[in-house]
């Protein structure tokens, strides 16, 4: 993965570089050293496809829990 598809799928997670850094608990300067270097870690695309996904599955739970009687 390149820098700028790192920054895209930053942008369909809708999360910045410093809340990137909070959630996996990393310093920020080494998330932006990345762009220099273009040498971002594996693990980071699936990551962010997970935090995505687990977005999107959130709120179609949260859409659908009016209408699910858990009683």
Known sequence: MNYEIF?????QAKINKKEFANLVEMNYTSITNWK??????????SWLENYIKA???DKMAETMRPYIDCD
Not at 36 to 45: A, E, G, L, Q, R
């Open 7 to 11: 920054e895209t799928l930053l942008k």
């Open 36 to 45: 220099n270097t273009d040498n971002i870690p594996k693990w980071v695309k």
């Open 55 to 57: 977005k999107d599955i």
